[in-house]
């Protein structure tokens, strides 16, 4: 069974390679840069591209986006203690310490269990401005004896609280000395025009790499291009095109190689299909070879509230689509990922290969995550994968390696102002998390055929908001929670042309 999950871990690296080849456009003009710069292109080359590109990505979605918006006392969760079981290494604790005047992380304290007693490992500590925008984040190492200093990196912003700078300095001879820098700048609508890095070399700053993108009117990325510096000027090295449907779907995406410093050669396409809701339902991918070949596709399926319950990735063998692997998921009361089950195809049939689950508090909280393969017909731990623990309702999420994370939180009263709202959606929730009255807002472009509901996780509609024509503008509704218990619902929006859901949270 262990070449089951073997086979698991190799398709992921094949399928995370293939996918991020139009996220990267990895030639061989772009394997040369690397060869010569491998030690500069430490930042995360096109990182911006890449962002935008993990937040579409069915997988990543966050259900929790723009639901931030309360003014009602409520409890606010925030992670206290972590211990994290590893198959290869000692098990590890993370303790979490916060400001006491605006609940910001201080610091995470990483120790680590050696012949019963928890030993130090390591101090990441943090300053912020009045806003809450990180100013510096600062590593420190315990050596035996002392804490001693790795890494601290300061921060800058616009009035937009957008990052303007940053800059990376390495302890070394009992000094900080100058290591990496960024610099962005923006649109007026706070999206990146262009992401310059640059590498401390020789007592002076030396160019890296240089990320240019534009935007449609939408905000939807349409180019996306990548130069590295070669020593005495800027090497073309990558660009990427897109498409998107009237909804603002991305449609297509078109990933290219600047071949021998003259001219821009076909690499990679993406093609995109979406259901009536605008979730995705497929993702083809292709590779050029004088011409388009089939590659690798991604099939979604969702469930009633529009999370994602099934994906099935396949590869194009043989003039056919084989399967790979396929992924179930299932989810609490509030939204949070309970269990993952994950099968690879073998001999004509899919066969267990790993399995995530997270036990959850009544609030949402995950106070158990775990990591299963399959192994001799059980499920076991014999390797480590990825926790995500979602938790403060399940709206927040952070991610742990090993087989087992055990996870305890504080609990903290908050109330207006201190959690930002956002009443610049057109269809938002106020407040949220709901303990007895909220109202729901509604902006429509277009008079318009409308129907508003709210739906328990299993989908069934229990409340019925609106039904009837809306006239153009934003539109005011109140709902009750007096009659449901805790939990997380789905307020869903549906029009003449699109279909819109928000996370609800009731708190009792």
Request: proline share 1%.
């Amino acid at each position: 069974m262990k070449k089951i999950f073997t086979k698991y871990l190799n398709l992921v690296f094949v399928f995370t390679l293939l996918c991020s080849i139009s996220l990267t456009s990895v030639g061989q003009n772009t394997y040369n840069h690397f060869n010569e710069f491998d030690a500069k292109l430490d930042m995360q080359y096109m990182h911006i591209h890449d962002q935008y590109k993990m937040k579409l990505d069915p997988k990543n979605y966050d259900y929790s986006e723009n639901q931030r918006n309360v003014d009602n006392d409520y409890l606010l969760f925030l992670m206290d203690v972590a211990v994290i079981n590893s198959v290869f290494s000692n098990p590890k604790r993370h303790i979490y310490t916060y400001t006491p005047d605006n609940n910001y992380l201080d610091n995470t304290l990483t120790q680590e269990e050696i012949n019963g007693n928890w030993e130090i490992l390591s101090i990441e500590s943090f300053t912020y401005d009045t806003v809450g925008n990180v100013l510096t984040s600062q590593l420190r190492v315990w050596d035996g004896s002392n804490l001693e200093n790795v890494s601290r990196s300061t921060f800058a912003y616009n009035a937009s609280n957008n990052i303007d700078t940053f800059y990376t300095e390495l302890w070394i001879n009992n000094s900080w000395t100058n290591s990496d820098r960024g610099t962005y700048e923006y649109n007026t609508s706070g999206n990146v025009l262009s992401y310059l890095t640059e590498n401390w070399e020789n007592n002076d700053w030396e160019y890296n790499t240089n990320e240019i993108y534009t935007y449609d009117s939408q905000g939807h990325l349409l180019t996306a291009e990548g130069s590295i510096w070669m020593g005495n000027g800027w090497a073309t090295d990558r660009r990427h095109n897109y498409t998107y449907d009237s909804g603002g779907n991305l449609t297509e995406g078109l990933s290219e190689i600047y071949v021998g410093d003259t001219a821009w050669a076909n690499l990679y396409k993406e093609t995109y299909t979406y259901n009536g809701a605008n979730n995705r339902l497929t993702f083809l991918g292709q590779n050029w070879e004088a011409g388009w070949v089939n590659n690798l596709n991604y099939m979604y399926s969702y469930d009633g509230l529009g999370f994602l319950s099934n994906m099935i990735i396949q590869m194009w063998e043989s003039g056919d689509w084989l399967n790979q692997i396929q992924e179930d998921y299932y989810y609490n009361d509030f939204g949070g990922i309970e269990t993952v089950y994950t099968q690879v195809w073998e001999t004509g049939s899919w066969v267990n290969s790993t399995n995530s689950q997270n036990t959850y508090d009544q609030h949402g909280n995950t106070t158990k995550g775990q990591f299963f393969d399959w192994e001799d017909g059980n499920w076991g731990h014999t390797f480590d994968g990825v926790i995500k623990a979602y938790y403060n309702y399940s709206l927040d999420v952070n991610y742990f390696t090993g087989y087992l994370a055990d996870i305890s939180y504080v609990s903290i009263i908050v109330g207006e102002n201190e959690i930002e709202e956002n009443k610049a959606s057109k269809f938002a929730c106020h407040p949220n998390p709901i303990s007895n009255r909220s109202t729901l807002s509604v902006t429509v472009g277009n008079d318009s055929d409308t129907e508003i509901g709210i739906y328990n996780i299993a989908g069934k509609k229990i409340q019925s908001i609106h039904t009837g024509l809306l006239k153009k503008g934003k539109h005011s509704f109140n709902i009750s929670a007096n009659s449901l218990p805790a939990g997380m619902y789905i307020a869903k929006l549906t029009t003449d042309n699109t279909t819109e859901s928000l996370k609800i949270i009731i708190s009792k």
